[in-house]
């Protein structure tokens, strides 16, 4: 079993920054990739990034790139999320969950944990 807790979400205005977090405990955490989803009320849960296990390859959202960072941390089992530049349409649910695979993965279906979800509100 592997237990997932999100972390960081509020609400911000438009242009502000924020830092999800989300503590691993369970399985070895730095043999799995990891990944940040977002579901947007009345939506299907959307792929953000992805970091590999090592934390040396990382994958986004064409919708985030150049404002979202992905980041881990294996020492503390913890993975980041650094949003900047925030828009009123990165309003969401925001899921940490953890790959059966060390790759970056944007398949939902290759995620085998997931957390209980962080709500990140953005006002324009």
Known sequence: ???LVESG???VQAGDSLR???AASG???????MGWFRQAPGKESDFVASISATGRST???DSVKGRFTISRD?????VYLQMNSLKAEDTAVYYCAAD??????????EYDYWGQGTQVTVSS
């Open 27 to 33: 399985r070895t955490f730095s043999t799995s990739a």
């Open 1 to 3: 079993q592997v237990q």
């Open 59 to 61: 994958r986004y959202a």
């Open 74 to 78: 294996n020492a503390k089992n913890t």
């Open 9 to 11: 979400g509020g609400l």
């Open 100 to 109: 059966r695979a060390p790759y970056v993965s944007a398949t939902k279906s």
């Open 20 to 22: 999800l977090s989300c």
